[in-house]
């Protein structure tokens, strides 16, 4: 049985890394396929889903880990891109986060971050990682119909 490919980056929460992190979904989601609008948004869901394991995981504590997990299914031609995103931080109920479309948020600067995830991939979960912190799991499939692309 083969293995799906996985490129593992773990890194101290330092905003330096963004980038980093761009470039490495990036060029993953070209090896898939998708096109550069699907791969625009795939960044933005990856992006956004850093900041959050940098700002409110992890606290801006720098000696903290964000590992993310960038996975190609199936291995020979693949058309799948999962994106695990884990901090070390204390977590949080995703049913607790405030809706950003009510009136009264509207216009709040921040608070929109896993509505875009939610809105950019075809599938988000989040919940305790098995080792600890939180864990934001991401899914984006080639030809998939969603309103992102």
């Not at 490919?5 to 993953?28: C, G, I, K, T, Y």
């Not at 948004?41 to 720098?62: F, L, M, T």
């Amino acid at each position: 049985m083969t293995r799906d490919p996985v490129v593992r980056l773990a890194f101290r929460s330092h905003f330096d890394m963004l980038d980093f992190v761009q470039v490495v979904s990036d060029e993953l989601g070209k090896i898939i396929g998708f096109d550069g609008d699907s791969i625009h948004w795939i960044s933005v869901a990856v992006r956004e889903s850093v900041i959050n394991a940098i700002k409110h995981g992890n606290q801006d504590i720098e000696d903290k880990l964000v590992t993310v997990e960038f996975t190609l299914a199936p291995p020979a031609e693949p058309t799948r891109l999962t994106v695990r995103v884990v901090d070390q931080g204390e977590g949080f109920d995703p049913v607790e986060i405030a809706d950003p479309l009510a009136p009264e948020n509207l216009l709040k600067s921040s608070g929109r971050g896993i509505f875009f995830m939610r809105s950019l991939m075809d599938d988000v979960r989040m919940g305790r990682a098995p080792e600890g912190g939180m864990e934001v799991v991401m899914v984006k499939t080639l030809g998939a119909d969603s309103e992102s692309g």
